[in-house]
């Protein structure tokens, strides 16, 4: 037989506390009873009142002990299961971020506790209320899309935003629930960042089925509720924040990774695959190494190391890192360190930013500088030296005027002249690239340029060497000085011709172009417009990548010292610029090379110099005044200018020239330079005009850059010579200027 008392202990601890409190009371009455009486019983004595009254009594206090433990333990053991129902709830609202899961398990609970036979949430979307969640029911309690502020719905929010509890016993809405059986029901509204959310509805098929008890509980749920939608739209913030964020780090322009202590990459955003031509599973795991060429390797490797060592982190770093497909591209870096628990750094993240067009465009600008600072240095020299010239030049036409072809000096003479005249040629060039020479605009067709220029062209080159010209058909009208033209499409010949030792083919072509967007080229971009492009291509060797945008800079040649003085190019650059046009260069080694001219195809005209070509040589008696700071020029503008009859004052500066004329001294014709120190030739110019508007004013010099930017000073000069000169050329010029033939 089994242990009877196992089974007593068994079934006791089924209970429930409050069950095994009666258990337990009930016994003790039960058994203090039973002593009393057995006591009297086994003694022999009589029951006395005082004896019979104290049974009773404590019959009395344990039936009332019963009682008491039955009545308010069965309130404590609701009490308990509400506040568990509500722990388990806090705890989902505290754990959990699923509004579904919360809003099912809070509605469930509340209704089980409060016997509801049905319950519904309300939520708010668009300023109306729709059917979040039901409960054992698929009726609605409001229609959905109820707007907030109805007249209802207002009643269902009072007091607004309080969250206190809504009771009333409105008939008319009352009647409009009794097709669905419901006889009470109690509602409580909802709040989310501290504003009406929604309502909580929980309704029986009883009358008066809930008590203001019930309602409090209502309210704590509702609470809870509340809390979690609460922390469900703190939740989707996070996560709408975090996802933005995540949008940002793959999506921003610059590339992003990080790095740990070993060098091996454990994050990188999508810019950084896509731009290097990987995909990311091939750039995550591997070492940082992998994304540089390897002469970068050991540089690389000591900066991570010093970064991790002494918390130094970089800004602005420029490297070079190596895509995919070998390619090199300049990048802008910079690091910061991400520290651990134990405040040690555990990994560097990095900020690459593609620089390589950067780098190029800055790498025009210093060209285009330095061809810019050279320019306005030979544009200095060539004054200079065209002044020097003019000394050789103007005497050794003066003593050719006085010899005869058979004395002996003669040839010598010549000998002079013809050097100078090679000296003037170059440093013309030289203007020409620091586009400070003489420019004289006129409409030109590139045709007729082209056709004479490769004639000259055939002359001098060898057999091996073929020509190609292409020409229109209708004619190519641009506004530009066909010398310097001439001379720019000759040297682009001469550097092609150079460029075939063994002969090929060179092709000139000239066609009409629009330009809709720009086109890169060194120094400057080809911009939008209408052009002439003269196109010049040859067969040759080809110019390797890495000096392609020096071969513009002057002085700069891959030739002989014999062959090449390096200004050819430059020439064509500033004559290409002087014409405000654009020059662009293509070229392949062991294919060829092409160069490209653009010269827009509308462009006002500049200046025209006069054609001073009289056969003969007049002079005159008329007052002049030279006014140059160069002595050299001085004495041969002067002598040449007394021999043709003239009356001729020299001054050396601006500040004397005006002196005389305010002492009204009286001139014909002023002889003026511009390139003087103190007071400019420019200065001086107007300082006349205001002085006396009457004198005739003849400029001449060799440094003609504030001509060529000053269409107004053009239209105001009554001549202009440019140095060096011959004799003839001073003597026209002045009778022309003063016979008013300009």
């Known amino acids: 037989m089994k242990n009877p008392y196992k089974r007593i202990r068994q079934f006791v601890s089924s209970l429930g ?13 039960i058994v203090s009873m039973v002593t009393i009486v057995s006591i009297f019983i086994f003694s022999g004595q009589e029951l006395r009142w005082l004896d019979f009254l104290t049974l009773v009594t404590v019959g009395v206090f344990g039936f009332l002990i019963t009682y008491f433990i039955s009545k308010y333990g069965l309130q404590i053991n609701e009490q308990y299961r509400q506040l568990s129902a509500l722990n388990a709830i806090s705890q989902a609202v505290t754990h959990s971020v699923e509004l579904e899961t919360v809003f099912h398990n809070s509605l469930e609970k509340v209704c089980e506790l409060l016997n509801a036979n049905c319950g519904w949430i309300y939520l708010i979307k668009d300023a109306k209320l729709y059917l979040n969640h039901a409960y054992k029911t698929d009726l609605k309690f409001f229609p959905d899309g109820i707007d907030i502020s109805s007249r209802l719905i207002e009643s269902f929010k009072q007091p607004p935003e309080s969250g206190e509890l809504i009771l009333r016993d ?23 960042k501290n504003e009406f959310g929604g309502i909580l509805i929980i309704a029986s098929r009883k009358p008066d089925a809930f008590n203001i008890k019930d309602l409090e509980l209502l309210q704590a749920f509702g609470n809870q509720i509340s809390l979690a939608l609460n922390n469900a739209y703190l939740f989707e913030q996070i996560k709408q924040s975090e996802q933005l964020y995540a949008d940002l780090y793959e999506n921003l322009p610059d590339m992003y ?8 990459i454990v994050s990188c955003n999508n810019t950084e695959s896509e731009f290097l031509g990987y995909a990311k599973d091939e750039i995550i795991g591997h070492n940082i190494l992998k994304l540089y060429p390897e002469n970068q390797h050991l540089i690389i490797t000591k900066r991570l190391k010093n970064i991790f060592d002494n918390g130094k982190e970089i800004k602005d770093i420029d490297e070079v890192m190596q895509k995919k497909d070998g390619m090199l591209i300049d990048v802008s870096v910079n690091s910061s360190l991400v520290y651990g628990v134990d405040n040690k750094p555990v990994l560097v993240r990095v900020v690459a930013r593609d620089i390589t067009n950067q780098k190029k465009l800055e790498q025009k600008i210093i060209q285009a500088q330095k061809i810019d600072s050279i320019g306005n240095l030979a544009g200095g020299v060539a004054h200079d030296f065209n002044n020097i010239l003019n000394s050789i030049l103007g005497p050794a036409s003066m003593m050719k005027r006085k010899l005869k072809p058979e004395d002996s000096f003669y040839k010598y003479v010549n000998l002079i002249e013809d050097s100078a005249r090679r000296g003037a040629s170059v440093t013309r060039q030289l203007l020409a690239f620091s586009r400070k020479s003489n420019i004289y605009f006129t409409h030109v067709d590139m045709n007729k340029i082209i056709e004479e220029t490769v004639r000259l062209f055939e002359r001098s080159v060898p057999k091996s060497t073929q020509i190609r010209w292409e020409t229109s058909e209708d004619s190519i009208m641009v506004n530009a000085d066909e010398g310097q033209i001439e001379q720019a499409i000759l040297n682009l010949f001469i550097n092609a011709q150079d460029a075939m030792p063994q002969g090929g ?17 060194p120094f400057n971009d080809v911009q939008p417009g209408s052009y002439a492009a003269i196109k010049v291509l040859d067969t040759g060797t080809g110019i390797p990548s890495e000096i392609l945008y020096k071969i513009f800079e002057p002085f700069f040649t891959t030739k002989d010292q014999s062959k090449g003085t390096g200004l050819g190019l430059s020439v064509v650059f500033g004559v290409v610029k002087s014409h405000q046009g654009y020059i662009n260069v293509e070229s392949e080694i062991g294919v060829g090379t092409v160069f490209t001219i653009y010269l827009p195809l509308v462009e006002k005209y500049k200046f025209t110099e006069p054609e001073l070509r009289s056969e003969n040589i007049v002079g005159g008696i008329e007052n002049i005044m030279l006014v140059d700071d160069d002595a050299g020029a001085n004495i041969v503008g002067g002598d040449i200018l007394l021999e043709l009859g003239y009356k001729v004052d020299i001054v050396r500066d601006g500040y004397q020239a005006l002196e005389k004329i305010e002492n009204k001294k009286f001139y014909d014709l002023v002889i003026l330079d511009l390139n003087m120190p103190g007071i400019s030739g420019k200065e001086v110019f107007y300082k006349i005009r205001k002085l006396n508007p009457n004198i005739k004013i003849l400029i001449c010099s060799g440094y003609s850059d504030s001509i060529l930017n000053d269409d107004a000073f053009i239209n105001e000069i009554d001549g202009y010579l440019h140095k060096p000169y011959l004799y003839e050329d001073l003597a026209r010029s002045v009778r022309n200027v003063m016979d008013n033939k300009i």
């Not at 409105?170 to 509204?189: C, M, V, Y």
């Not at 990774?257 to 091996?264: A, M, Q, V």
């Not at 083919?505 to 080229?521: D, W």
Request: aromatic share 4%; net charge negative.
């Open 505 to 521: 083919v060179v092709t000139i072509s000239c066609k009409p172009v629009i330009i809709k967007e720009p086109i890169p080229a």
């Open 257 to 264: 990774h990080s790095i740990n202590r070993e060098g091996t």
């Open 17 to 29: 506390l409050v069950e095994q409190s009666q258990v337990v009371a009930s016994t003790a009455v």
């Open 170 to 192: 409105d008939k008319q809405f009352n009647r409009e629930l009794e097709h669905t059986g419901i006889q009470s029901w109690a509602s409580i509204p909802l709040e989310m």
